[in-house]
């Protein structure tokens, strides 16, 4: 269990999960977060929804996660092999992960499958720079790392890491415009994107 508050916890994860947050349903039931890590997320969720899931193939990080909130139901296990029920989730999300698994397309059908009708799927990304814009963002970002570094308390998750992105921030638009029709994408500074998809 870590020493630190979940609010004075900060790093360039946590610093979006407000995108996460306020796209949780009024009513959502239930909750899955997909490469779950040490679980943080999955825990500010729990306090919202009464049923969340959180998924991560590391063992390691679960026992973590565990340590985190013990009410979570924790799952070891591939999001896109194991066997969650498809469409029962009123919220997905995914933060730092898409890019660990290499097939973007399915990926994405994946989470969009989970997801309930009427629900939200929220990933936050890591892509590659391919374009003078993306470097544009990149500098802005590395601004402000450097102001929030000065303010907040960095805090280094455990979990497994993949470096570089295998895709760039231009190959995951085109396919979630494609894979998730209606899907809404943003480029943020702090080298990350967000894709925000209401289910019909
Ligand atoms: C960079 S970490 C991000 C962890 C956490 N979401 C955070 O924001 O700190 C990516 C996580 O995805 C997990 N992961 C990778 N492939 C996965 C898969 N196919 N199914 C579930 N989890 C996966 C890794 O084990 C790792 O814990």
Redesign the pocket.
């Known amino acids: 269990m870590t020493s630190l508050r979940h609010d004075e916890r900060w ?1 360039h ?2 610093h979006y999960h407000s995108y996460v947050l306020e796209a949780v349903p009024p009513r959502a039931r239930t909750a899955l ?6 679980g ?2 999955a825990a500010a969720l729990h306090r919202r929804v009464p049923s969340v899931t959180g ?4 063992a390691q ?1 679960l026992v973590s996660a565990r340590a985190e909130d013990p009410g979570v139901n924790w799952v070891l ?4 092999t194991h066997p969650l029920v498809p469409a029962s989730f009123d919220l997905v999300t ?4 898409v890019h ?2 290499p097939d973007l397309p399915r990926t994405l059908a994946r989470l969009g499958d989970l997801t309930a009708r009427g629900g939200s799927l929220v990933i936050i990304g890591l892509a590659r720079s391919s374009r003078p814009v993306d470097r544009a963002y990149d500098l802005a970002g590395a601004v402000q790392h450097r102001w929030y570094g000065r303010s907040r308390q960095m805090w280094e ?1 455990t ?4 470096w570089p992105p295998p895709h760039t921030y231009t190959q995951v638009r085109k396919v979630a415009a494609s894979v998730l029709p209606g899907s809404r994408w943003k480029r943020l500074p702090m080298w990350r994107y967000v894709i925000r998809w209401d289910k019909p």
């Open positions: 790093n994860n946590i977060d997909v490469g779950t890590g040490n943080v997320l998924i991560d193939t590391d990080v296990g591939d999001v896109l995914s933060v730092a992960t660990h698994l998750h979990a497994p890491t993949v």
